[in-house]
């Protein structure tokens, strides 16, 4: 296919999926609205539909909660073919919604899309986004205050479906001490739609459903939740984009907030700056993440550890010494960056988020290695993103090995990825 017609097709897999001012990942498998999907996909949107590209972020916040918590999914319609369900999280929003959040990309959006509806003279574009501006203040405010208690300059996941790489091998220590029991009968529909090869264990699942069990039990009150949680990780990728969203919003903080939110939100960002600049390893080469509850750092190698280039100007030796292991990362696969690399003793280059590539992770990556000056690896990630989209199309996520699309197919995220690094 041309570049443009598969621009065109990029856009039908939006409008295939859109289900009313909001898109679903993909039909089926994932048949709600997704935080951090949504994000991105209103920046896929604002390359040619700005006013489209707004209402995806509007209708995310129908789900926020008053604390301020932007939850991972908003079950705007029933749907059967997804576990689990609202009656599993019972959390009581007016509109139904998980109890969990995910990354908060939300704010990297919202300036892209700010900035585009700008750039195009959509007319309403500061009264809306003054509004996005406000919600996304609020849930910097809820990350920092019940996800940073202690003060850490770092934010936690209580559930590894938080990190968005729910079956990471960063997880798998942290995650064994959760007991597979559950209250909760467990009725995966995953499996149904997709190779169970290419998915999360069943014991993934069990010990995923026991965290929501228990945080239920909580009332969904944080500071219970907090004191309780079995899964404790203070995670370098949440805390980059939480970071790098922060700048974005300072950014615009100017002409869409206060000066009283300017500063509130420089004093979060330089918490979070230092706190994240604490992790560098420079015996791995990367970033590592914290196991709150064993006090230990988390080696396992995966690609959350490239992800603070979105958040920090790293000095020359911390830029060639990264650079160089992504591109041993690269080494010897059609496609990369893989989630977990294939020297890992973890490596399994078709299921989830032990192996497989994710175009979203390589548009945060490439973002952030042209950040640091390293324009020329950038440049070579997105190209190979785009390319391996127009072999084998819109999958959900790749195999570094061979190149093929895995996963759900006719996937919004991908879809919009290809929109925006192949500009
Ligand atoms: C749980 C929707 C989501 C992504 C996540 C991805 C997967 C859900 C699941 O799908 O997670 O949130 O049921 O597997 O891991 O990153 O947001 O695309």
């Not at 951090?36 to 209708?59: I, K």
């Not at 090869?197 to 009150?221: K, S, T």
């Not at 548009?363 to 950040?371: E, N, S």
């Not at 819109?394 to 990825?417: I, K, N, R, V």
Request: net charge negative; glycine share 8%.
């Amino acid at each position: 296919m041309t570049t443009l017609r598969m621009e065109e097709a990029a856009h039908a897999v939006l409008a295939r999926n859109d289900r009313g001012g909001y898109t679903v990942p993909t039909d089926r498998l994932y048949p709600f609205q997704w935080n951090w999907d949504s994000a991105f996909v209103a920046m896929g949107f604002a390359t040619f539909d700005v006013d489209r590209a707004f209402r995806e972020l509007e209708r995310l916040i129908e789900g926020q909660w008053d604390d301020g918590m932007i939850p991972h999914i908003v079950f705007h319609a029933p749907s059967d073919t997804y576990f689990p369900g609202p009656d599993v999280w019972g959390t009581k929003h007016h509109v139904p919604t998980s109890g969990i959040t995910q990354p908060p990309v939300f704010g990297m959006a919202l300036r892209h899309v700010y900035e585009a509806a700008v750039a195009s003279g959509l007319a309403d574009a500061e009264t809306r986004a003054k509004v996005l501006f406000q919600a996304a203040l609020r849930s910097h405010r809820w990350w920092l205050a019940a996800r940073d208690p202690e003060d850490l300059g770092l934010v936690s996941i209580l559930h590894p479906w938080e990190s968005g790489s729910d079956n990471s091998p960063a997880w798998d220590e942290a995650l064994a001490r959760a007991p597979t029991t559950t209250s909760t009968a467990i009725r995966r529909k995953d499996t149904s739609h997709v190779n169970a090869a290419m998915r999360p264990r069943d014991e993934d699942y069990q010990r995923f459903i026991h965290l929501v069990d228990v945080y239920r039990d909580c009332g969904w009150n944080p500071k219970q939740q907090w004191a309780r949680a079995p899964f404790k990780v203070a995670d370098v990728q949440m805390t980059a984009i939480l970071a790098r969203a922060t700048a974005d919003l300072m950014h615009l903080a100017g002409i869409l907030g206060s000066e009283n939110d300017r500063a509130e939100l420089a004093q979060m960002q330089g918490r979070l700056v230092n706190g994240l600049a604490r992790r560098w390893r420079p015996h791995l080469s990367r970033f590592v993440s914290l196991d709150l509850i064993s006090g230990a750092d988390i080696e396992a190698p995966t690609q959350a550890g490239f992800i603070p280039l979105v958040a920090l100007a790293l000095d020359d030796a911390q830029r060639s010494a990264i650079t160089a292991e992504i591109r041993r990362w690269l080494d010897g696969m059609t496609v990369g960056i893989p989630s977990a690399p294939a020297f890992s003793p973890a490596f399994e280059p078709k299921r989830y988020w032990r192996g497989p590539v994710w175009a979203v992770i390589n548009w945060l990556i490439a973002d952030g290695l042209r950040l640091n000056g390293a324009e020329e690896l950038a440049r070579h990630i997105e190209q190979s993103t785009v390319r391996t989209i127009e072999n084998v199309g819109f999958c959900e996520y790749f195999d570094p090995t061979t190149g093929e699309g895995l996963g759900g197919d006719t996937f919004s995220w991908t879809a919009a990825a290809y929109l925006v690094l192949g500009r």
